[in-house]
């Protein structure tokens, strides 16, 4: 029995080693734009809770779609920054429609920030803005 534990226990704790490099991840910020070429107000698309309770986190352990969707997201906008496709910035935009389907702003932008720490302060590095889009449900 131990042995079996020995083998089951990295999938349960996983290593860091497992990464090549460890970075910042991207950011996917979103605009809903009233006429095509407005100053964008930008918001972070799906920002993580600020609290969950002890039950949440155990929930989400095992039941978590939304989070998944979210995880699919960073790494299209990872594929989106070191081989840029239309596929990957389409998946990204189309979920953020998707999400906003009932928004009344006719047009939608997106963009990739990077955040890091710089001394004391944050840094945000935009690294990829897309353009325009046209809202089919506008």
């Known amino acids: 029995m131990l042995h079996g534990f020995k083998l089951l226990l990295p ?7 497992f990464f090549d490099t460890i970075g910042p991840s991207p950011r996917i910020e979103f605009a809903l734009l009233h006429e ?15 609290r969950l309770s002890f039950g949440q986190m155990l929930l989400r352990m095992v039941w978590n779609p939304r989070w998944n969707q979210s995880l699919y997201l960073v790494s299209c906008a990872e594929r989106l920054m070191a081989n840029p496709t239309a596929q990957s910035e389409r998946e990204i935009m189309e979920r953020i429609m998707a999400e906003h389907a009932d928004a009344s702003e006719p047009w939608l932008q997106f963009r990739l920030v990077f955040v890091s720490r710089q001394g004391e302060g944050m840094r945000e590095d935009i690294t990829f803005t897309s353009p325009v889009y046209r809202r089919e449900a506008a």
């Open 36 to 50: 095509a070429q407005a100053v964008a107000v930008w918001q972070e698309f799906r920002p993580r809770p600020a």
């Open 11 to 17: 999938a349960l704790i996983p290593s860091w080693r």
